[in-house]
C-alpha cells in the first residue's frame, strides 16, 4: 500500500509561485506515473500534469503548459509540481496520485480512474 501526502499550498498573489510537494511512503513509487489533478467545488476533478515513472515524459492540460512543472525525485521518493505565474483560475486544491501502470499515454493519464492511489490534497488559493 502507498499513502502519498501533499504539502506546500497556500495563499498567493497572482503572478505569483508555489511548489507542491508529494511525499510517498510505504512503497517506492519510482516504477508508477505520477500526477497531478486538481479540484473546485462542484466540479469534477482535473488532470494538471504526469509524469511517467523514468521523468522522460510528462504531459500538461494546455492552460498550465509553460507555468506548471513537474519533476520527480524517485531517490526520495517525491513528486514536485512547480508552479509559476499563477493565476486565480488555478485557484482548487491539488492532489497528488500514483498509477502503478509506470507509462500511461496521455488519454489514460488525464483519468483520474488510471490512478491507484490518492493523497488527501493541498488547497492553492491564489487572488487577484
Known amino acids: 500500500q502507498v499513502a502519498l501526502v501533499e504539502s506546500g499550498g497556500g495563499l498567493v498573489q497572482a503572478g505569483g509561485s508555489l511548489r507542491l510537494s508529494c511525499a510517498a511512503s510505504?512503497?517506492?513509487?519510482?516504477?508508477?506515473?505520477m500526477a497531478w489533478f486538481r479540484q473546485t467545488p462542484g466540479k469534477e476533478r482535473e488532470f494538471v500534469g504526469a509524469?511517467?515513472?523514468?521523468?522522460?515524459?510528462?504531459y500538461y492540460i494546455d492552460s498550465v503548459k509553460g507555468r506548471f512543472a513537474i519533476s520527480r525525485d524517485n531517490a526520495k521518493n517525491t513528486v514536485l509540481l512547480q508552479m509559476n505565474s499563477l493565476k486565480p483560475d488555478d485557484t482548487a486544491v491539488y492532489y497528488c496520485a500514483g498509477a502503478i501502470v509506470g507509462i500511461l499515454t496521455f488519454d489514460r493519464a488525464i483519468r483520474p480512474d488510471e490512478y491507484n492511489y490518492w493523497g488527501q490534497g493541498t488547497q492553492v488559493t491564489v487572488s487577484s
Open positions: 510505504g512503497r517506492a513509487v519510482n516504477s508508477y506515473t
Open positions: 509524469s511517467t515513472y523514468n521523468g522522460l515524459t510528462t
